[in-house]
C-alpha cells in the first residue's frame, strides 16, 4: 500500500510547469531548462519512479500499478498517448497511423528502450512542435522552433543601453519587465518629439508578474505617456494567465476578444475540440486612443506568441518585426512512460482568439527589410520603424 501510494505520490502532474523553447542545441544533447528547481524536481522525481521500479523487479513483487518496460511497450504507449491527447494535428498534420507502421518492424527488433531515441527524435521533427520533449536519466530529445530568425533582440534587463539612433533611460527591473523612457540620441537628426514606455517583456514565467503589471499599467496611462512600444523578441512564453493579465489592461471594449480556450475532445477524431473556459476580463487601463507598438521577431513561442496574436487585433496596435513569431498557443502535459521516461504532450488548453488558433505564427503588420549597413552598425531597425510610427500621432 505505501509503495502504490509513492508512486501514485510522484507520478501526480506538477502543475505550472512549462518547457521552454531554446536556441539550437543537438537534440541528443542533455538541454539546458531554464527553470533549474523544476528541472531537479522532475529529474529527482524521475529517479525515484526507476528505483522503485527496480525494488518491485528485484523483490519479485507484482503490482497492476506497473507494465512491463520493453521497448515496444514503451512505443505502443508512446504512440497511444500522442494519438489519444495530442490537441494539434490540425496545426501539424502528420500521418499518424503510418508513423505505427512505418516503425513498428524496427521496433520489434530492439532489445533496449534506448534505441527508441533516434526515432522519437525524428517524430518530434515532423510535427515541429517545440512543446514536445523527452526527459530520460541522460538525455532530453526536443524540437526547438526558435532555432532561427532572431532579430539583434531588445534591451534585456540592463540599467542603461543605447542603439544608435535611441537609448533608453531610467531603465528598471521587474519580474520578467524592463521598462525605461526612449530619447533619441542627440547625433541623430530625427528626435523623438514626445515621451514614450520602452517595455522589454522577456517571459511570462514568473506568477508575480500579475502584480507588477498591475501597478505599472497604471501609471502608463496618468503620466502623460505619449505612446507605448512593447518589445517581446526572444519571448519563450511561460503561463497563460501572465500573459492574459497584460492583455487585459488594454482591452477596452467589445470589440477586444476574450480567449477561449479548447482541450482536445476524446470522444471525436484527432481534430476534435470542445471549449473548456475562457479569459474575458477586460480592464482597459490603457485608451484605445494610446498608439501602441509590438515588436516581434523569431524567437517569441508558446504564451509570448499567444500574447501577440491578443495584441494584433486591437485597433491601437501595429506589429513590426522582421520575421513572424515561431508559433506555438497550447499548453503541455507531463506523462510518464512505462520505463519511467517523461513525455511532454500538447494537450491543451489550447486557445483561440477571433476563432483563430494562437498555435499558428503571428505576422508583422510592418515588415521590416534587412538593412545590412544598418544591421551591422547595431541599429535597431524594428524598434525605427516603430517609433517613426509612433511620431506619426504627434500634434
Request: glycine letters at 6%; charged letters at 20%.
Amino acid at each position: 500500500m505505501f509503495s502504490s501510494l509513492l508512486i501514485s505520490l510522484f507520478l501526480t502532474k506538477v502543475k505550472y510547469i512549462c518547457v521552454y523553447p531554446q536556441k539550437v542545441l543537438p537534440l541528443r544533447q542533455t538541454y539546458a531548462m531554464q527553470n533549474s528547481i523544476s528541472l531537479l524536481f522532475r529529474r529527482l522525481r524521475l529517479h525515484i519512479v526507476l528505483f522503485l521500479c527496480a525494488s518491485f523487479s528485484l523483490c519479485g513483487c507484482t503490482s497492476s500499478l506497473l507494465v512491463e518496460a520493453t521497448p515496444q511497450e514503451v512505443f505502443r504507449v508512446f504512440w497511444e498517448t500522442i494519438d489519444r491527447q495530442y490537441a494539434n494535428f490540425e496545426e501539424h498534420p502528420v500521418d499518424w497511423d503510418s508513423i505505427y507502421t512505418r516503425y513498428w518492424h524496427e521496433v520489434c527488433q530492439m532489445q533496449s528502450d534506448a534505441d527508441l531515441l533516434p526515432i522519437i527524435d525524428t517524430i518530434f521533427t515532423l510535427f515541429e512542435d517545440g512543446h514536445f520533449s523527452l526527459e530520460t536519466p541522460d538525455t532530453m530529445l526536443h524540437f526547438s522552433p526558435t532555432d532561427s530568425n532572431y532579430d539583434i533582440g531588445p534591451f534585456w534587463g540592463v540599467e542603461a543601453a543605447s542603439y544608435p539612433h535611441y537609448s533608453v533611460i531610467d531603465m528598471q527591473k521587474y519580474d520578467g519587465i524592463s521598462i525605461g523612457v526612449l530619447h533619441p540620441v542627440h547625433n541623430w537628426s530625427a528626435d523623438i518629439s514626445r515621451e514614450y514606455v520602452y517595455a522589454a517583456i522577456y517571459s511570462f514565467k514568473n506568477h508575480n508578474m500579475t502584480a507588477s503589471i498591475d501597478s505599472l499599467l497604471p501609471a502608463w496611462r496618468d503620466e502623460e505617456v505619449d505612446g507605448i512600444v512593447l518589445d517581446i523578441r526572444r519571448h519563450h512564453g511561460g503561463l497563460g494567465y501572465v500573459a492574459y493579465a497584460l492583455y487585459a489592461h488594454f482591452a477596452s471594449d467589445d470589440s477586444a476578444p476574450v480567449w477561449q480556450l479548447y482541450v482536445r475532445d476524446l470522444q471525436g477524431d484527432r481534430t476534435s475540440l470542445k471549449p473548456q473556459s475562457c479569459y474575458s476580463e477586460k480592464k482597459g487601463t490603457i485608451p484605445v486612443t494610446m498608439p501602441v507598438a509590438l515588436i516581434i521577431d523569431g524567437g517569441v513561442y508558446s504564451a509570448g506568441n499567444v500574447f501577440a496574436h491578443g495584441m494584433a487585433v486591437l485597433p491601437n496596435v501595429k506589429v513590426f518585426g522582421k520575421y513572424p513569431t515561431a508559433g506555438g498557443g497550447t499548453s503541455p502535459r507531463y506523462i510518464h512512460l512505462p520505463n519511467g521516461w517523461i513525455l511532454s504532450v500538447p494537450t491543451g488548453s489550447k486557445v483561440y482568439i477571433n476563432e483563430k488558433s494562437t498555435e499558428y505564427p503571428c505576422y508583422p503588420d510592418v515588415w521590416v527589410e534587412d538593412d545590412s549597413a544598418a544591421f551591422a552598425q547595431s541599429t535597431d531597425l524594428p524598434l525605427s520603424r516603430a517609433v517613426q510610427w509612433l511620431e506619426t500621432f504627434a500634434e
